[in-house]
């Protein structure tokens, strides 16, 4: 192969190797997008909106137990609207929860909660009615309230801890999927600067080689030693180089043995005829 094409297929190979290391940059680029979009996004927005629900229910248990507990009624009304204000949020954070649920697990888990709210919503709605009509119901928030309200609460927190699960699994895979995009861009720049730096020494080789030989064997023949062989290897202009060195190096040689043996021609014929005017 002529050098010009040699350049150009080493340089074709140094873009293609850049190109490829770009295709596998913008790939993993793209999964840690797609996994950092969900971490920041639906993840994190659903384990909120969890720990928000569950929060929600905690101080609406307060207020239930300080107004089933209080000794007077004047302010069941007060609490009455400060739950009802929780329990607005309480339901947008479960709608939240129940849009972004994508396992069966999940849901699930929300029909346990279902269950568990129902059988602490009609004890609970019974109790402050006995509150409201002036029966004193205290002993009964702790022995027959507050154990539905315990399951309640861990039904929701067994929520929230799957969703803080499923949070830092996408979190540690995001961590993972940079470490292994890292790995494979640092892998290819690596086998790309020996591969190219392999190239270059071999292309350089090929020809700096046979000038290098060119050179030699010219010094050579200008010092008139003709004697070193000159081997062509190859059809560049190296090559080419070397081959009209020998062509000319063979031709030299001929015309130095041709006026060698002129020479001695001549100086047989010269002692000839000396040889005659002695006689």
Do not use: C
Not at 53 to 69: E, F, V, Y
Not at 86 to 115: F, N, P
Not at 197 to 204: G, I, K, Q, T
Not at 248 to 275: C, D, H, K, Y
């Amino acid at each position: 192969i002529k050098v010009g094409p040699r350049l150009a297929l080493s340089f074709g190979l140094v873009l293609l190797i850049t190109a490829v290391i770009a295709a596998v940059g913008v790939w993993r680029l793209q999964d840690l997008a797609a996994a950092t979009q969900r971490l920041t996004s639906t993840d994190n927005e659903r384990l909120r909106a969890a720990v928000q629900w569950r929060q929600g229910i905690d101080q609406n248990w307060i207020r239930t137990r300080a107004a089933l507990l209080d000794s007077g009624t004047s302010h069941l009304a007060q609490w009455q609207a400060e739950m009802d204000a929780t329990s607005r949020g309480v339901d947008a954070s479960r709608k939240t929860v129940e849009q972004l649920l994508q396992s069966d697990e999940g849901r699930r888990q929300i029909a346990d909660i279902d269950k568990a709210r129902e059988a602490y919503r009609k004890p609970r709605a019974d109790l402050f009615k006995r509150k409201a009509a002036g029966e004193d119901i205290s002993a009964l928030v702790d022995s027959q309230l507050k154990p539905l309200s315990d399951t309640y609460i861990a039904a929701l927190r067994a929520l929230e801890e799957r969703q803080l699960l499923l949070y830092e699994r996408t979190r540690d895979q995001a961590t993972a999927e940079a470490s292994q995009g890292r790995l494979i861009l640092i892998s290819a720049a690596v086998l790309a600067l020996l591969l190219g730096a392999s190239l270059a020494w071999l292309l350089s080789r090929s020809i700096t080689a046979p000038l290098q030989l060119a050179v030699r064997r010219a010094g050579q023949i200008a010092e008139g030693d003709l004697t070193h062989p000159i081997n062509v290897q190859g059809r560049d202009e190296a090559a080419a180089l070397l081959d009209a060195l020998h062509h000319m190096q063979n031709s030299l040689t001929r015309v130095v043995a041709n006026v060698r043996g002129n020479a001695e021609s001549v100086a047989t014929a010269s002692a000839q005829i000396a040889q005659g005017n002695h006689d």
